[in-house]
């Protein structure tokens, strides 16, 4: 079993990050001590990846939340999981339109501007 500064440290996440992860219930499978203190297995550290990089393509923590509630209750969830993937997916999509747009008509700003 591996500290949170063991984890941290490997993950290259702080403490704080991890504290909060799982006080909103993304890490429901770490244990703890008698003392109180989190204990993580070697899986966790895959979990907090894999948590890291849906944060950084812009998921929620509401429907991280909501995704790992569907990945405790086992393989019958994978097709509400895929949603979840494919919901988000179509997002960034339409964020992308939106900022492709938004840089033609800056484009277009910045050539008049340039004649004024």
Do not use: C
Request: aromatic letters at 10%.
């Amino acid at each position: 079993m591996l500290t949170i500064k063991e984890v941290a440290e490997r993950a290259s996440i702080s403490p704080s990050t991890i504290r909060y992860y799982d006080d909103q219930g993304l890490l429901p499978f770490v244990q703890r001590d008698k003392n109180g203190y989190r204990l993580f297995k070697e899986e966790a550290l895959f979990w907090l990846e894999f948590i890291g990089i849906m944060r950084s393509v812009g998921m929620s923590v509401k429907t991280l939340q909501r995704f790992t509630q569907l990945q405790m209750k086992g393989d019958e969830t994978l097709d509400e999981r895929m949603q979840i993937f494919n919901e988000h997916q179509e997002k960034l999509r339409t964020q992308k339109n939106e900022i492709e747009v938004a840089l033609g008509k800056l484009e277009v700003i910045i050539k008049v501007f340039k004649f004024l």
